[in-house]
């Protein structure tokens, strides 16, 4: 998978993020770097239940001697009340599953509208739009993910989230855009984010890194894993 994201309007100007990776959709695995331009490259691991950062060498003063990972319990009391809900049920709910466009016709505000054909990576494929209603998207999920979708109305100032999907021939999903205006502590900013997914069926494997160079978030900074 490839992502891109765009933010322009914030009080750092335009910050443009960018990253590749793969994902084990059967397992919940996966393995992503992601570049920052002002910051470097981030590789991040998950081998559930616990996530994996490594910082760039820009930042590992912030770090133990001899570290150069982070790990973080994923279901840790800290990371859910940081995210107001579990980040395992979060990750495990955010694809929009095998039936994607009866999954977008549920949680849509207006129905889903069929774009019309288009070719992503070489892959024949219909693109579709929705704007999809945070609101009807929660009632759909358990308590705690819901519970983070009203935070995240909440703290973004967003009810509905429009989005276009590109599925091809196989039922799957081969990109997703989402573009959308935010306001966080007052400051509004644009977002465009785009995933594209590719590769399908190609080897994988991802693993911890060597225990040796992993700290655990919860001994850093007082014991704040995830704040």
Do not use: C
């Not at 490839?2 to 933010?7: G, M, Q, R, T």
């Amino acid at each position: 998978m490839s992502l891109n994201e765009s933010v322009n309007g914030t009080s750092a100007g335009s910050v443009s993020i960018s990253g590749t990776g793969q994902v084990d959709f059967a397992t919940g695995a996966a393995q992503f770097s992601l570049t920052v331009p002002s910051a470097g490259s981030f590789e991040i691991r998950l081998v559930k239940p616990v996530l994996y950062l490594q910082f760039p060498s820009a930042l590992g003063s912030i770090l133990p001697a001899g570290k150069s990972w982070v790990s973080v319990n994923l279901p840790s009391a800290a990371v859910s009340s940081a995210l107001g809900a579990s980040f395992s049920q979060l990750s495990d709910s955010a694809g929009l599953g095998t039936d994607s466009l009866s999954y977008l016709r549920g949680v849509s505000s207006d129905g889903v509208t069929t774009v019309g054909p288009d070719t992503v990576r070489g892959v024949p494929t219909t693109e579709y739009s929705a704007t999809i209603d945070l609101t009807k998207a929660a009632a759909q999920k358990d308590p705690a993910v819901r519970a983070a979708l009203q935070k995240l109305e909440a703290t973004a100032h967003l009810s509905t989230v429009p989005v276009h999907v590109w599925i091809d021939a196989q039922g799957q999903v081969r990109r997703v855009t989402i573009q959308e205006s935010v306001t966080t502590s007052g400051t509004p900013a644009d977002v465009l984010v785009t995933i594209e997914y590719y590769d399908f069926g190609a080897p994988f494997d991802v693993s911890a890194p060597p225990a040796d160079q992993v700290v655990d978030a919860s001994s850093l900074a007082g014991g704040q894993s995830g704040a």
